[in-house]
Nanobody
Framework: VQLHAFGGGLVQTGGSLRLSCAAS????????MGWYRQAPGKQRELVAR???????NYADSVTGRFTISRDNAKNTVYLQMNSLKPEDTAVYYC??????????????WGQGTLVTVSS
């Protein structure tokens, strides 16, 4: 399974960005899709996840500012980020968990996309 993430960039404080991550390969079904981030010198942390049924969970630090959504027909997950703050600066990684056509489970990571928020 390959994940292609894009949409990062440089934005000023208070600005917005939308990240996208498309999964491709021998996918039978996708369970959960999510976004994580890793800032310099820090551990990777969960930003948001969305299940097949649409239930969402967010990190406290982004609740009310970020929105995760998915397009099941396109095997794509999105992260709409509003009211960005300098502390949101990080490399953002998408993560997809599901089932291959072979019947085996998979958990894949995207290559990461850099989000930089200037003050």
């Amino acid at each position: 399974v390959q994940l292609h993430a894009f949409g990062g960039g440089l934005v000023q404080t208070g600005g917005s960005l939308r990240l996208s991550c498309a999964a491709s390969g021998s996918i039978f079904s996708i369970n959960s899709m999510g976004w994580y981030r890793q800032a310099p010198g820090k551990q990777r942390e969960l930003v948001a996840r969305i299940s097949t049924g649409g239930s969402r969970n967010y990190a406290d630090s982004v609740t009310g500012r970020f929105t995760i959504s998915r397009d099941n027909a396109k095997n794509t997950v999105y992260l709409q980020m509003n009211s960005l703050k300098p502390e949101d600066t990080a490399v953002y990684y998408c993560n997809v968990v599901g089932l291959l056509e072979s019947g085996r489970g998979f958990a894949s990571w995207g290559q990461g996309t850099l989000v930089t928020v200037s003050s």
